[in-house]
């Protein structure tokens, strides 16, 4: 994905659904979603673990099914082999959604298939805290 793509994406996005948040200050996914809040993000958790608790102001949700509003981007923090449940599941939840977003060490190029056929943008193996900082110098 070229330097322009990344840069759309992160410019038109305004709210994340971010599955494997962690209420660990120290986990990659608690810095990231505190970088994208504090960057003018909404950033939605998703973790069946802390779901109905708050992180970072928000109110976590079990499963992307549970999370009661429209998003951009999912951006996934898991495992390659539940990538395409997620993909499956945030394409019938949310028709029009933009951006599947895999984390560093995240791809699935089954998944990205299915998701870019029905016109979802598909970023891997990278993470939008270093593509902003990157792009945009933030």
């Known amino acids: 994905m ?6 759309d994406i992160l410019t038109r996005t305004k709210v994340i659904a971010l599955v494997g948040a962690s209420a660990n200050p120290a986990r990659p996914s608690h810095q990231v979603a505190a970088y994208l809040m ?4 909404r950033v ?3 973790n069946p673990g802390l ?8 109110t976590v949700y079990a499963s992307l099914d549970d999370v009661p509003e429209d ?3 999912v951006d996934i923090f898991r495992q390659p ?10 394409l019938a939840r949310w028709p029009d959604l933009r951006t599947i977003w895999m984390q560093i060490g995240v791809t699935h190029a089954q998944a990205a ?11 891997q193996d990278r993470c939008p805290k270093i593509e902003l900082a990157r792009l945009f110098r933030r």
């Open 71 to 73: 998003v951009d981007m």
């Open 38 to 41: 504090q960057q003018g993000y």
């Open 81 to 90: 082999d539940a990538v395409p449940a997620l993909v499956d599941g945030a």
């Open 44 to 46: 939605i958790p998703v």
């Open 51 to 58: 779901a109905g608790q708050q992180l970072l102001g928000e």
């Open 113 to 123: 298939a299915v998701a870019q056929a029905h016109g979802v943008d598909v970023v």
């Open 2 to 7: 070229s330097d322009d793509e990344l840069r």
